[in-house]
């Protein structure tokens, strides 16, 4: 049977990456902050002593968050499903002058794609809500297993689409991760029941 199509390619038909770049490029030089994904789980990895780290972004994405957390000092793989997109990412690593290595697949196949004995996987920019529907269990399940032992998962993704807070929480407990905390953005902000938007960390 057939795999079924994430629901980012289904809405994008996988050719958005050139404008996604382009908008990210002119809030940069607009002087937009860009980078609080990136300093936030820098800051988690400098807490948790593991500097320089290998760290995997899922749904990378045009790179964004990747590309400053390798300017940073970190070694980074991302991987996206969306081939359009990971064009754009290996264009502005370039730029940047980063080694950041890029890998156009699933997340389902990360074992395959990307290994395991990452100090970090994020998915910062609200993947979760744009997977294949019914799939985003053995999605956790793939990137708690790309985890080294004491490795963080930290996923930030919009609560009223698709996906409920808690029912991620219990996919992480199925995937034998402890939840360590939640967030109501990647500022830090406190977590409260309800909120529209949530930052989820935990520790396999």
Same mark, same amino acid.
């Given at each position: 049977?057939?795999? #079924?199509?994430?629901?980012?390619?289904?809405?994008?038909? =996988?050719?958005?990456? #050139?404008?996604?770049? /382009?908008?990210?490029?002119?809030?940069?030089?607009?002087?937009?902050?860009?980078?609080?994904? /990136?300093?936030?789980?820098?800051?988690?990895?400098? +807490?948790?002593?593991?500097?320089?780290?290998?760290?995997?972004? /899922?749904?990378? =994405?045009?790179?964004?968050?990747?590309?400053?957390?390798?300017?940073?000092?970190?070694? *980074?793989? =991302?991987?996206?499903?969306?081939?359009?997109?990971? &064009?754009?990412?290996?264009?502005?690593?370039?730029?940047?002058? &980063?080694?950041?290595?890029? &890998? *156009?697949?699933?997340?389902?196949?990360?074992?395959?794609?990307?290994?395991?004995?990452?100090?970090?996987?994020?998915? #910062? !920019?609200? *993947?979760?809500?744009?997977?294949?529907?019914?799939?985003?269990?053995?999605?956790?399940?793939?990137?708690?297993?790309?985890?080294?032992?004491? !490795?963080?998962?930290?996923?930030?993704?919009?609560?009223?689409?698709?996906? +409920?807070?808690?029912?991620?929480? =219990?996919?992480?407990?199925?995937?034998?991760?402890?939840?360590?905390?939640?967030?109501?953005?990647?500022?830090?902000? #406190?977590? &409260?029941?309800?909120?529209?938007?949530?930052?989820?960390?935990?520790?396999?």
């Amino acid at each position: 049977m057939p795999r #079924p199509q994430t629901r980012w390619i289904a809405e994008t038909g =996988g050719r958005r990456g #050139p404008a996604y770049a /382009a908008r990210f490029r002119e809030l940069a030089a607009s002087g937009a902050d860009l980078h609080g994904e /990136a300093r936030f789980l820098d800051g988690l990895l400098v +807490d948790a002593g593991r500097t320089p780290a290998r760290v995997l972004d /899922a749904g990378t =994405g045009t790179g964004r968050v990747a590309i400053e957390l390798a300017r940073r000092g970190h070694d *980074v793989t =991302g991987v996206d499903v969306d081939e359009s997109m990971v &064009v754009e990412a290996r264009a502005d690593g370039r730029q940047a002058g &980063v080694d950041v290595r890029w &890998v *156009v697949g699933d997340l389902l196949d990360l074992a395959d794609l990307a290994g395991g004995g990452f100090d970090l996987v994020a998915a #910062p !920019g609200n *993947v979760l809500v744009y997977l294949a529907d019914g799939t985003e269990p053995d999605v956790v399940m793939a990137l708690a297993a790309a985890l080294a032992p004491g !490795g963080h998962l930290v996923v930030g993704f919009a609560a009223d689409r698709h996906v +409920d807070p808690d029912a991620y929480q =219990g996919w992480c407990a199925d995937a034998g991760l402890v939840e360590v905390a939640r967030y109501a953005s990647w500022s830090g902000d #406190p977590w &409260v029941a309800g909120g529209e938007f949530v930052v989820a960390v935990h520790r396999r």
